[in-house]
């Protein structure tokens, strides 16, 4: 619906336009405060990159991160393997397969935490 077809004529159309100054304000406002929050921002990504250590510190980190969600996958696939092979030597398929899949699941999931925990130790965090 279209401004002044309503029958109000000017006085609708001097609200809207001090409405729109107001958000016209308020959009600058917001406008510097970004721009400020992205400069400081900058500076301190700056800052951080400047160290040597940056690049072997991701290295490190994506190692890390690699050998826990290794930990995790190699619970579960040896579980699998444990519970598919109890499965076939006593016939009681599905029960072994899925006992030794959540076994294997918690069993990596503990290995994660206590990877996880000796790294936090180790780095003193």
């Known amino acids: 619906m279209a401004e002044g077809t309503n029958g109000s004529g ?3 159309s001097d609200k809207s336009s001090s409405d729109e100054a107001a958000l016209s304000a308020r959009l600058g406002s917001l406008d510097q405060r970004l ?3 992205r400069g400081s921002r900058k500076v301190e990504t ?3 990159g400047s ?8 290295a490190s980190a ?3 991160g690699f050998r826990l969600s290794s930990e ?3 619970g579960v696939v040896v579980g699998g393997l444990i519970g598919w092979g109890i499965d076939h030597l006593l016939s009681i398929s599905p029960w072994g397969l899925i006992v030794f899949v959540l076994l294997g699941f918690t069993a990596g999931v503990v ?9 936090s130790d180790r780095t003193g965090r």
């Open 10 to 12: 000017s006085g609708n």
């Open 62 to 64: 994506m190692a890390f």
């Open 46 to 48: 700056d800052q951080l």
């Open 51 to 58: 160290g040597s250590g940056n690049g072997a510190a991701r």
């Open 35 to 37: 721009s400020e929050i």
């Open 72 to 74: 995790l996958i190699a």
């Open 111 to 119: 290995n994660v935490i206590r990877s996880a925990g000796a790294a």
